[in-house]
């Protein structure tokens, strides 16, 4: 009989989730099969979904449930939240068969003396059959219990998980999905508990959970017990780790974000009290809560739990891992595992794309965006759900959902949000996880929406815009593009993309392309470190007490000020490198002007004032000068990080604004200090185009280059003498004009002469298709254009390339 109700974890596997449920049926397969692989899984035993059926059945409860559910009005929120708290209080209330008491107690005090003790502590978590299902996500509808110690304890939160199978979502998604009640079971697992009180805990996945990027294994953690990640009552520390490149050789972090994890959950001080919440201290919230090697050993077993996954089910199977470091060893465990049920369902042949239209406003309010999508609606803030709704008060659908943080009760009116809205949470929220799956934008973790914010209020949430979520007032037009790369046609001539945010690196990654012809350095150092670097070298001799306790705040967690602006440029480079690896992505060295270098933090205090800073002291000129050549081999060391130690091979640098063959030739010099040298491990090195000197010298340039990536911007206003800013001669700005044409031919057939490539990075091609279609028959190398022009971009130059196939076919006929 044992046997039927009571299961070791290591004698369930993946076939019995019938039996166990899919959380349980994973752990038992996983310490199966991946254990002699060094993955540590928590020892345990399954309560069982027969055990579950005898409960029921001996308390004669089905057909008492089955009567208040049939009555449920589920257009009635109070309706559902009175009838499952109904349910939940019947099976709390009742007790265990005799038999199957004695023998889960007995099971318990084998799993203590496994560990020598005569009551350990365990964590009791639920698993339903159903909650892995594909077209099912049941994630986080069932409930977890920390820290039960003793027998009578062990008891009570078993019933509760019992329980927990008609919590007010639950009851609520099997109806949506068209479940029976009672055709789903639920098992329990009886797992030891480990020490992350003491040490770290959270969440993994095996891709992106915003993009679906699938070689980036995203990990979210905290101090202390996990369970506040869920909750979102604290921002996690986030790491991304490049999985292609995930091996002895390279350690590709890729991203580190410190959060902000001001509190802690522990181990309560007395048997009433299970788990507690705690402040930590200063000096820790400073400090990523995993270390490098840590990352490095979590991502590893990530991808080696999805491989198995994968070859188990004979198709593509992401996962959602809970990870657990024990504070008292240090060890890592893998507490859960189940299959990702929002990407691994998509057609990512089709892709769809939400974008504003052009506007004026600034948001009011800014948080963690949550997919891709755009959402407009009433504001309608809602403290709790004891609130009772009455009348024209209610939550109506198309409403934006203002709230501190939602739980699973929530959930019959997230789906009727046209948007959703939180103070708290990050992207492992309980609000984070239940927006994607549901298709409605999120932006958690905006701090005050409920203060900021006023009922009625007309708002459009946007999700569209990288990692940050904005928020607008009023109803701002946007338009859904969707498209079918099966359709697109195949051309010959590169297309590569134009991409300056690292945030939407990923989601780009989806579109037709051939690698990044431009990767702008300015904009990683503006949004991302958003301090002068030479300021962040010398602040300390400017005495300058304001700026120094900005510096001090904003290197929380990094070493030193040069660590942060290395590793904070290094990240923004490598997570577009890596979105597009194994492709070339070409990065400009930075060319801010002076007055855009003024009004980074400190910058005053080392930028002159120049009347014309368009063609002053920038580019290449600022390499090589004493005031700025510190700084510039920052930018280098990045680039060495980026290549040397994460392995992304396939950065290419760029040189902007090089006047002379002199000064490249010393800008190489410097490059060179710091291990950057062309052709060395393969660096490619470019230069960029855009003074008429480097196209009369283009014969000169190409004897030090891997080739030419022409800016079409600066050389047209350069070879036309103009102003591209002031609008008193906007009419007379034009790529197309017969003069810069002309330049444009001259570059292309030198490069072909000497034997280096030429591509073009400028806005021309992204505006004007006749413009690319003069490149395409000058025979220019790679077109690279802004990832919102890639579709339209591809059918004309497929047009081009046809038209020039049949000419020279005619010409071929006439010969």
């Not at 799993?111 to 994630?139: H, K, M, N, W």
């Not at 979210?220 to 292609?244: A, C, R, T, W």
């Not at 091996?247 to 802690?264: H, V, W």
């Amino acid at each position: 009989m044992e046997n039927k109700f009571i299961l070791g974890l290591q004698e369930a596997g993946i076939s019995d989730i019938e039996r166990v449920g899919g959380k349980n049926a994973s752990l038992g397969e996983m310490i199966q099969h991946l254990s002699k692989l060094g993955i540590r899984i928590p020892a345990g035993f399954i309560i069982t979904v027969d055990a579950y059926q005898s409960f029921i059945s001996y308390n004669q409860l089905a057909d008492k449930i089955s009567i208040l559910i049939a009555d449920i009005d589920y257009e009635n929120m109070e309706s559902l939240r009175r009838a499952g708290l109904q349910v939940r209080n019947m099976i709390r209330n009742t007790k265990f068969p005799p038999d199957l008491s004695n023998m889960i107690i007995d099971a318990y005090y084998r799993l203590s003396a496994e560990y020598g003790q005569e009551i350990t502590d365990v964590a009791v978590r639920s698993s339903a059959t159903a909650e892995d299902l594909p077209d099912a996500s049941f994630a986080g509808q069932q409930e977890t219990y920390l820290n039960v110690r003793g027998p009578a304890a062990i008891m009570d939160a078993v019933r509760n998980c019992f329980a927990s199978l008609f919590t007010d979502r639950a009851i609520s998604y099997r109806r949506n999905f068209g479940f029976d009640h009672f055709a789903i079971g639920i098992s329990v697992c009886i797992q030891k508990m480990v020490r992350s009180d003491l040490g770290s805990s959270g969440v993994a996945f095996s891709l992106d959970t915003e993009s679906g990027f699938k070689d980036a294994v995203v990990i979210n953690g905290i101090f202390g017990l996990g369970e506040l990640i869920v909750q979102g009552s604290i921002s996690p520390d986030e790491f991304i780790v490049f999985k292609p490149l995930l091996n002895d050789q390279y350690i590709p972090i890729i991203e580190k974000k410190l959060g902000l994890k001001d509190q802690m959950m522990v181990y309560g001080d007395d048997p009433d009290e299970r788990v507690k919440i705690i402040p930590v201290e200063k000096s820790v919230q400073n400090k990523f809560c995993l270390n490098d090697q840590q990352i490095m050993q979590l991502a590893k077993w990530v991808v080696i739990i999805e491989n198995y996954y994968t070859r188990l089910k004979g198709h593509w199977c992401p996962m959602d891992i809970e990870w657990a470091v024990d504070g008292m060893t240090h060890e890592l465990f893998i507490v859960q595992a189940r299959p990702e049920t929002i990407h691994s369902r998509k057609d990512h042949t089709k892709l769809r794309e939400y974008v504003m239209q052009p506007h004026q406003q600034t948001p009011i309010l800014k948080g963690i965006a949550v997919g891709d999508q755009i959402g407009s609606g009433r504001v309608k803030i809602m403290y709790s759900l004891d609130k009772r709704l009455t009348d024209g008060n209610e939550f109506k659908a198309g409403d934006v959902l203002v709230t501190e943080m939602t739980d699973p009760d929530w959930e019959p009116i997230m789906k009727k949000a046209s948007a959703i809205i939180t103070n708290k949470g990050g992207r492992t929220c309980h609000a984070a996880i239940i927006a994607r799956e549901m298709g409605v934008p999120a932006i958690v973790g905006c701090r005050n929406a409920t203060t900021r914010l006023t009922d009625g209020m007309e708002v459009t949430a946007s999700c569209s815009e990288g990692d940050e979520g904005f928020l607008y007032s009023g109803t701002l037009p946007f338009d859904i593009v969707e498209t079918s790369l099966d359709e697109l046609p195949e051309i010959n001539t590169k297309l590569m993309l134009n991409v300056a945010s690292p945030s939407l690196a990923f989601r780009f990654s989806n579109i037709p392309n051939a690698g990044v012809g431009l990767a702008r350095e300015e904009f990683i150092i503006n949004n991302y470190i958003g301090i002068h670097p030479m300021a962040l070298l010398r602040h300390k001799t400017l005495k300058d007490e304001v700026l120094s306790a900005h510096i001090k705040s904003s290197i929380r967690g990094f070493e030193n000020e040069e660590q942060f602006f290395i590793q904070k440029l290094s990240f923004g480079i490598a997570k577009i490198a890596a979105a597009f690896y194994p492709n070339t992505v070409i990065v400009r060295f930075s060319d801010f002007k002076t007055n855009e270098y003024r009004n980074l933090t400190g910058g005053e205090h080392f930028e002159p004032a120049e009347e014309n800073p368009m063609i002053g002291w920038r580019g290449a000129s600022r390499y090589y000068s004493e005031s700025y050549r510190e700084a510039f081999g920052l930018e280098c060391k990045a680039i060495a990080h980026v290549r040397e130690k994460m392995g992304l091979g396939n950065v290419a640098v760029m040189i902007p604004f090089c006047r002379t063959v002199e000064e490249l030739i010393k800008v190489k010099k410097i490059m060179s200090e710091y291990g950057l040298e062309k052709d060395r491990a393969g660096l490619q090195l470019f230069l960029m185009a855009e003074l008429p000197s480097n196209i009369l010298m283009a014969k000169e340039f190409a004897a030090h280059i891997t080739g030419f990536s022409i800016g079409s911007n600066d050389l047209t206003q350069l070879t036309l003498g103009l102003d591209r800013d002031s609008a008193l001669v906007a009419h007379l700005y034009d790529e197309r004009n017969v003069a810069v044409k002309r330049m444009l031919k001259m570059l292309i057939r030198q490069a072909k002469a000497s034997a280096v490539k030429v591509g073009i990075c400028g806005q021309g091609p992204s505006d004007h298709p006749d413009f690319a279609q003069f490149l395409v028959e000058e025979g220019i190398d790679s077109i690279s254009v802004t990832p919102d022009s890639v579709i339209k971009t591809i059918r004309a130059i497929h047009a081009i390339e046809n038209r020039k196939e049949a000419v020279m076919m005619e010409e071929n006929i006439l010969v």
